[in-house]
């Protein structure tokens, strides 16, 4: 089950990146944000963090 929902996270386009300050990003596939700073995420990344359904 954990490597089906894996699979669709993949075909998504996005990758889940959480931040060093604990933001949670929605970055593109393409590239590796693992070790990024928050400045390089912001302009590469979506910030979810702000997203009302995470509330």
Wanted: proline share 4%; net charge negative.
């Amino acid at each position: 089950m954990n490597e089906e929902i894996r699979a669709r996270k993949i075909n998504l386009g996005v990758n889940w990146v959480k931040s060093e300050s604990g933001s949670t990003y929605l970055c593109p596939t393409g590239q590796d944000f693992s070790g990024a700073s928050d400045e390089e995420l912001r302009l590469h990344c979506i910030d979810e963090s702000f997203n009302p359904q995470n509330d």
